[in-house]
């Protein structure tokens, strides 16, 4: 079976993290790295400590894990994690399970062990959820396993929101494919008819997924997780609108306020993005009260598949104070302390963040990473960026922002006619 290989590396991580005293869960705020952690939380059956992190970590952050005495380390769907410097703290052991395409990252610290299906092949697309899903040891015994339907929800989050949607029907096809016929029967019977999944459904249930982030970012994350972790529905419940629950009434909260946020958004896109024809691109600012940039981001695309899309918008002021606070008091240093808060706080007011979206021939994921290179940092936090092929992000000083949009544009243009994309 494909990737059985990673699938294995995959559970003698989840192993070691079910051994460990202290462990940590690192995960993307997104559906993909939050359902990650939910099905990781659901089988361990006990509390583990969980960080979201969009962004690579530095010293401070490590100072933080040192003085909560975490041991072992997981990240999940945490590319910007690879070449954090975990020989520098007491974590023994650093697991980054991930899926995104290696382009020039390195892994030089020796305590971090990558796990990524690339290193078996480029061409299939799998993603973390499913790397999870697949190795957990109740699925190796075929036992019931929580939160088991909504894992196709993670595993098909980044195809709906990262324009792979020319995949998307052979990845729910595949999906239905991966497992024996007891297994399937199984499934079926308990959750739902994977043959009857249809495209529809999946892009609900991913944008239901994403609503808590887009809401309240890190926040959302953490509170979607712990009532994952609570309630342990089923696929079938959350998309019935008749069903309550504190977690259901949540998501569907959440789905409201950002629905109308990007309608709006992807409304001003037609009419006030600015316009490169030289590089067939186009940019917006949209508000930061919501982040769902990476939606109109997605949906502008869909809608003008010949040109490169990219959305910006201020970095999200955090909803809650208190945990970033919490954390930064570990810190016995003043000056540490006071830096830990410029990038968690007041940050927001200086940083702006980009999502790109190609439906072309454009790698938008080497035009963000070859970018962000020239950029400056402050206050220790770096400019990053990088991601998919068709769908990158990246993050850059505001001063800095024309000086980037300026190497965007000439970066797709060059893209262009080098690939003689007309």
Known sequence: MVFESTVERVRTALAAVSKAKNPLIIFDPDADGTLSAALLQAHLKRRIATLPA???????????????????????????????????????????????????????????????????????????T??????????????????????????????????????????????????????????????????DISKEKVFEAVKLFASPMARESDE?????????????????????????????????????????????????????????????LRIMEVSNECRAKDIIASLAGLQNPSITVVIKARWPKPKDETRIRA??????????????????????????????????????SRAASDCVKTMRSKNGLYPNGGGHVKASGASVLLADSERFEKCIIEHVAKQLKEKKIY
Request: charge should be negative; proline fraction near 5%.
């Open 327 to 364: 954390f930064a008091k570990t810190l016995i240093n003043e000056e540490e302390r006071a830096a830990y808060t410029y990038k968690h706080l007041t940050a927001s007011e200086e940083w702006v963040s980009y999502s790109l979206r190609s439906q072309g021939g454009v790698d938008v």
């Open 54 to 128: 969009s962004s690579a970590l530095d010293a401070l952050d490590l100072k933080i894990i040192d003085a909560r005495g975490h041991d072992i380390v997981i990240g999940f769907d945490t590319w910007t994690l690879y070449n954090t410097p975990f020989s520098r703290s007491r974590v023994s052991k650093a697991f980054i399970v991930d899926h995104h395409p290696f382009n020039d990252r390195t892994t030089p610290d020796p305590r971090v062990e990558v796990i990524n299906p690339h290193q078996e092949s480029a061409e299939p697309y799998i993603n973390t």
């Open 130 to 195: 499913e790397l999870v899903f697949r190795a957990l040891p109740e699925n190796e015994q075929n036992n019931n396993t929580p939160l088991e339907d909504l894992s196709l929800v993670g595993s098909m989050a980044d195809l709906a929101v990262h324009n792979c949607h020319d995949r998307l029907d052979h990845a729910v096809s595949r999906y239905s494919q991966l497992f024996s016929d007891d297994f399937r029967n199984k499934l079926a019977l308990r959750t739902l008819k994977i043959d």
């Open 220 to 280: 959302g994350a953490l509170k979607l997780l712990e009532l994952l972790a609570k309630e342990k529905p089923t696929l079938v419940q959350l998309l019935d609108p008749s069903f309550n629950s504190p977690l259901a009434e949540y998501l569907r909260s959440c789905l409201k306020l950002v629905d109308k946020f990007v309608e709006r958004g992807v409304k001003d896109f037609k009419t006030k993005s600015r316009h490169f024809p030289e590089a067939r």
